[in-house]
C-alpha cells in the first residue's frame, strides 16, 4: 500500500494479533462509538472497509449492512477477521487480502451505499493516494456515504496528514459533508454523495 509496504503490517499481525489495541483501547472504543453514531442512517445495502484489520469494526458494521467488503493488505488480518466473522455466523460479509490501491474489489452495480475509511489512508504516498481517491470516487454510489477518522499527530509511519487526508476526501465530486468531529486525537468526517442533479 503506497510507501508503506504490506510485509510491515504483516509482521505486526504475525506478532501481535492486536497491535494498536483496537480491540481494549479507550481510545479506540471511544472512536468506534462515535464513529457508529455518526452514520446518517440504520441500515445500509453494501459496505466497503479498507483497512479492517481483525474486524472490531467490521463486526458493528455487519450489525447494519446486508453485504460487508472488507479488506486488508495483510494476509494475517484479513484471515483472523474472516475467521472472526465465520465464527459469529456474519455469512454476509466477504474478507479479502488486498493491496489497495493496486488491486480494488468489485463494486456492485450501484456503487457502495457506505465507504469506511478507519486510521487506513495517511499510510498511502502520493501517487497512490491519487489512485486511491481515483477508486472511492469511482466506488461511492449516488445516494451513498463515505467516513473518515484518522489519528492526528504525528507518528512514524504516517505519509499524509490528517487534515490534507479529509480536504483531498471531501473534495471528491458531489460530496456535501453531513458530520464532523475534530479532537486534538483524531478527526473524523462524514460526507454523503448527492444524486446527479440534486442540490440537497
Known amino acids: 500500500m503506497g510507501a508503506v509496504a504490506a510485509d510491515h503490517f504483516e509482521r505486526l499481525y504475525r506478532a501481535d494479533p492486536d497491535p494498536w489495541r483496537v480491540a481494549s483501547a479507550w481510545y479506540e472504543r471511544r472512536k468506534r462509538s462515535l464513529l457508529l453514531a455518526a452514520l446518517g442512517r440504520e441500515h445500509y445495502r453494501h459496505a466497503f472497509e479498507p483497512g479492517c484489520g ?5 463486526r458493528c458494521l455487519a450489525l447494519r449492512c446486508a453485504q460487508v467488503c472488507a479488506v486488508d493488505v495483510a494476509p494475517a488480518a484479513a484471515a483472523r477477521c474472516g475467521e472472526r466473522m465465520a465464527g459469529e455466523g456474519l455469512d454476509h460479509v466477504a474478507v479479502l487480502s488486498l493491496d489497495l490501491p493496486r488491486q480494488w474489489p468489485d463494486v456492485p452495480p450501484d456503487g457502495f451505499d457506505l465507504i469506511v475509511l478507519s486510521e487506513v489512508a495517511y499510510y498511502l504516498d502520493d501517487a497512490a493516494l491519487r489512485a486511491f481517491l481515483h477508486g472511492l470516487d469511482a466506488s461511492l454510489g449516488a445516494g451513498g456515504e463515505l467516513v473518515a477518522c484518522h489519528w492526528r ?21 458531489g460530496l456535501v459533508c453531513t458530520a464532523r468531529h475534530e479532537a486534538p486525537e483524531f478527526r473524523l468526517d462524514v460526507w454523503r454523495r448527492q444524486p446527479q442533479g440534486s442540490d440537497s
Open 153 to 173: 499527530p504525528d507518528f512514524d509511519d504516517r505519509l499524509q496528514p490528517t487534515d490534507a487526508l479529509h480536504a483531498a476526501l471531501g473534495a471528491l465530486p
Open 54 to 58: 481483525t474486524g472490531e469494526l467490521t
